[in-house]
């Protein structure tokens, strides 16, 4: 099928943007990297009024290093964040998914902000973003504010964004000295969605200490595994008593299942998958 | 709502000026194909996952089909006739043609698109670099296995050539 009709407009600044977002927000879609939205428009399950096009706002698509923060513009792309030295520096964990997420192709044109507003429940980024501490910077005519990652992410395709708001950019803290990090996905062909899969940053690494263990592709949101998390507290990545009760916990968190595969299956491959990132925690 | 709107786009296509309105809903590969009629460019699943439709756009290779004309206005767009047509991909297209590397050919185009990208971004002769390169597009003909010959071939090539 083809895209049903809409308005087009291409605000050249983020303050344009918003005003049109502001003006025309019941019927309006914003259009990132439009590698998800796309696909919606052609099986006409997005079927939006107006699509206000993000692409040509500059000042989305930067990449800024602070002390304590790297700060993403919404609009910064995948490929622009795998060129990126200071990604490599200064986000390993980011760093080591990226490769990961869709193909080649979709990298050059699909956006951080876009994944994160997104919030599709298998995405890669949703749940990076979780173990990674990130915050989610808001705007809108109005005001601007602040959401933890943690916070982000409230249902199936559902995020704290409010009407009339746009993600501005996502601040990620620089990683301590001693942190690591693993991510480990299970698909059918590299680049595709997981059928289950993990993202883990720990402050050190022997014991264990701090950690964020985020699974994806498992659930209706990207599921932070707080029980999983106390079980390897304290432990190492090769202890297998704690690892065992790590997978034990898995049991109490609510997974959903899909079209491919059943929630027993997920749970299964969540463990595998939790596994395998901790014997490549790095 | 504004029913129909249309924008007029400029744009470089195979180093060709175009100038031109378009129905803001058509997809670059729709527009690429109806309106230009470079047919090369193959319009598959329409939801960037088979990658028939990959043409590259101010010098990264996309998916046709997920972005709109629209977009690339001002942009400089090449398909797979202006990859043949410049001697770009040359090599590859004799790879493939020794190493029977297509069958009907539907994805040839993207196929050939993709695999440009990763040769010139530096891969090697790796078959599982060049598998995962590959990985957004599909073939229902080949198995792969020619298509990964053929690239590899190339990859050898250039390998050697600037050892030299």
Known sequence: MKAPDFNYQRPASLSAALQLLHDNDQDAQLLAGGQSLMPMLHLRI????????????????????????????????????????????????????????????????????????????????????????????????????????????????????????????????????????????????????????????AQQQSPLHKMRVVFFGVAEKPLRAHNCEQALENGTANDSGAIDLAIKSLEQLPLMGDQHTGVDSKRHLAGVALKRALQELH | MNHAQQVDIELIVNHEKINCRVPVRVNLVDFLRNELGLTGSHVGCEQGVCGACTVEVDGTMVRGCLMLA??????????????????????????????????????????LASALEYLEQGGVADRAAIRQHISGNYCRCTGYQAIVDAIEEVAGQTETTDGQ
Do not use: W
């Open chain 2, 70 to 111: 629209a977009q690339a206005d001002g942009s400089t767009v090449n398909t797979i006739e202006g990859f043949a047509e410049s001697g770009r991909a040359g090599h590859l297209q004799q790879a493939f043609a020794t190493h029977n590397a297509l069958q009907c050919g539907f994805c040839t185009p993207g196929m």
């Open chain 1, 46 to 201: 997005a079927q939006p009024d107006m699509l206000i096009d993000l692409n040509r706002i500059d000042e989305l698509a930067t990449i800024d290093a602070g002390d304590a923060h790297i700060e993403i513009g919404s609009m910064v792309r995948y490929a622009q964040l795998e060129a990126s030295e200071q990604i490599k520096t200064c986000l390993p964990l980011i760093c080591s998914a990226l490769p990961h997420i869709a193909h080649s192709a979709i990298r050059n044109r699909g956006t951080i902000g876009g994944s994160a507003a997104l919030a599709d429940p298998a995405a890669e980024m949703p749940a990076l973003l979780i173990a990674s501490n990130a915050s989610i910077n808001l705007v809108s005519t109005k005001a601007s504010r602040v959401v933890s990652a943690d916070d982000f992410f409230t249902g199936l395709y559902e995020t704290a964004l409010q009407p009339g708001e746009i993600i501005k950019s996502i601040s990620i803290p620089k990683p301590g000295n001693n942190s690591v990090f693993g991510f480990y996905e299970i698909t059918r062909r590299h680049g595709d969605y997981a059928m289950a899969g993990v993202a883990i940053s």
